[in-house]
Structure formats: C-alpha cells, structure tokens
C-alpha cells in the first residue's frame, strides 16, 4: 500500500489533522497504539479565549476561534454526532480580580468575549459564596472523547487505520518517501503527543509536560447550565455530571490520579458551591506541552519526509483546528507558512 501521509497518533492533533488531508483529497494511513495513555481520553474539553490571570486574550484567539467553530461543525457533519457545545462562563470575581476585569475589559479589547459589565446575581443558591461574576459568551466545550471515537470508527471503516505499537526504529527513511512494515508514504508525521518526547528523531526538540487530573461528579440538585470558574472549573456536561479540574504538575508525570490530586480539587470546589455531590470517576493525563508553551508542527530540517504535530496543550481544543488547518496546507503545497512561534524550525536555529 502507497499513501501520500503515515500520521501516528490518533488523539486530538492526530485526528485534527487526518480530517483536513483528507478534506484536500490526501490518502492517509494512521497508526494508533490504544495502549498508549493519550491526553485526549482525560481532557475536559473545556474552550476559554480569556487568559484571566492577566486578563488578555488567548493566545491568536482571534483568528483560531473562527476555524476552531468551522472545523467541530464539519466534524459534527462528517461523523453525524454532536460534539461541540457552545455555552457560557461565569467568572467568580473577588473585589480585587472584580477592579481588574473592569478595568481590563476595553484596554485589552475583549468584548468580542467577554461582557463588560459584570453580574452581580446568579439565581441558583448552590453558588452562595458569589458576589459577582463576570461572564464570557465566547465559551463552551469540545466532546474530545468522543470525537476521537467517532473518527478512529470512520477511519477503520475505510481500512486507514492501524491499531498496535509503533516503533520509530522500524521507519525506514529514504529521500523521497519513508517505508514501515512493508507500506509507503511520501511523509510521515508523528502526533504522537507527550510520547514524543521518547522519539529518537526529535531530541533537538525541547518538551516540557504536565500532568494534570480533574474529576467528574453527579450533583442532582445543582441544575447548572453556565461553566464556572474560580481557580478550578466546573463544566456540566449533561444528565446532572460534571468535569471539575484541573490540576497542573511537572514532576511525576504518569497517568497515576493522587489523592494529593483529589483533596485540591475537592477543596477548591466547596469554596464554589454548597450542595451534595458524589465523586464518579477521577483522571489523570499528560498535557504534551513545549517549554515556550507553543506548538511544535512542521518537517524537520535534515529529514524533510519526517514532520510533526505536537504540543497543544490545555489549549489544544481552541488550538488545534487552526494549526492542522495550516500544516495541511503547507503539506500539501497550498502555502509555504507556517507560524514563525510555533515552527519545529525554533529548535534547530543556531
């Protein structure tokens, strides 16, 4: 078998990017380890274009929002399910953070996100503790579960993807195509996540991985429609569950929940909301992170038929689109741009 592109990896970056060469009437052969713990089958989902800690906007928000909400309704096409839910975000605001977000709301220009003014009530009584809230309408989340189920369905029914370990030492590598177990491509590309850190080809390349766990919880009583944030966030995702996350650590990074983990997120949550809840489930992931928390994507300087995408991050749902949009079009020969931050090209500069 010949394909144009080997992707291995099918998470959030595997997919996203198997979708748009596809779209450009790429042949495509994924390889996927199910084994392998995938950031994907932990993520929140969660879309937030506000960094609040200095309230500015997310990092290019502006124009991966639009591609961001392209892309899911195509997918939500393609793969006949519901995926992607807008929805908005209720910012618990202290007296200092509440002097912060007005005064940051024009100078940083975030109305396009976020309402200026704040609201000073919220009808469910569960959130007593709340004073005020600022509220961003640009929010919601992406079902990445399920997404990613929905797509490896579709690409095994078109027999374009492999299920087993991939070993990079079996690649062979030529000058105009690359060879693994008897198949052929023009390039490979490797999404590898925070497993690429393990890769022999991209030592130059500097990760910088955390671990993050979040909860999900039944809470029957709190009939909540809005995301809340307050250090962690609370996102209902239907039928009275809840994702509450996430915590970020750089030092023990396995897929391994702690109840160090756990009794944060718990804490953080009664400061939230007064009500009964019960603990269904607890997770942890790798977030495949770069050390300058950009993404990595492009070929490699010496190895041109070998590329990678890597390193979204928290933010990959809002990421994601936007940049498997822009490797597929420099993969393809459409534009020769790819974005100056997040070029594999940063590593080997000298």
């Known amino acids: 078998m010949e394909a144009d592109f080997f992707i291995v990896g099918q998470g959030m970056a595997g997919t ?5 060469l596809l779209r450009r ?6 390889f996927d380890d199910p084994d392998l713990p995938k950031a994907s089958a932990v993520a929140a989902g969660l879309i937030n274009p506000v960094v609040f800690r200095r309230m500015t906007k ?3 928000v502006d124009e991966t929002f639009p591609q961001m909400e392209t892309t899911y309704r195509q997918l ?8 992607y839910f807008p929805a908005r975000m209720l910012k618990i605001l202290n007296e200092q953070e509440l002097i912060f977000w007005k005064e940051k709301v024009f100078a940083n220009k975030l109305t396009n996100y976020i309402t200026a003014e704040l609201l000073q009530f919220h009808q469910n009584k569960y959130l007593e503790n709340a004073s005020s809230f600022g509220l961003v309408n640009s929010s919601g989340r992406l ?3 399920n997404l990613v189920f929905q797509f490896s369905t579709f690409l095994w029914k078109q027999n374009l993807l492999r299920c087993g370990q991939f070993i990079p030492e079996n690649l062979h590598v030529l000058d105009n195509f690359v060879e693994y177990a008897g198949l052929r491509a023009r390039k490979i590309i490797f999404c590898e996540g925070s497993a690429a850190s393990q890769n022999p080809f991209f030592q130059n390349l500097k990760f910088k991985h955390s671990k993050g766990e979040l909860l999900e919880l039944e809470i029957p009583d709190l009939n909540l429609d809005e995301i809340i944030s307050d250090g962690i966030f609370m996102m209902p995702v239907g039928n009275n569950r809840y994702k509450v996350g996430a915590t970020y650590s750089w030092d023990e990074l396995n897929a391994e929940t702690t109840a160090t983990a756990r009794e944060e997120l718990l804490q953080k949550l009664k400061n939230m909301i007064n009500v009964p809840f019960t603990v269904i489930d607890q997770k942890a992931g790798i977030r495949p992170t770069m050390h300058d928390r950009k993404p990595v994507i492009g070929l490699l300087p010496n190895r041109p038929n070998i590329g990678i995408f890597n390193g979204l991050g928290s933010k990959g749902v809002l990421l994601g689109p936007y940049f498997a949009r822009q490797l597929a079009e420099f993969l393809t020969g459409n534009s020769t741009y790819i974005h100056p931050e997040a070029h594999i090209g940063r590593y080997f500069r000298h």
């Open 16 to 20: 996203l990017l198997a979708h748009e």
């Open 25 to 30: 009437n790429q042949t495509i052969l994924v």
């Open 58 to 60: 997310s990092w290019l």
């Open 76 to 83: 939500e096409d393609l793969l006949q399910a519901s995926l």
């Open 143 to 145: 079902d990445i579960q």
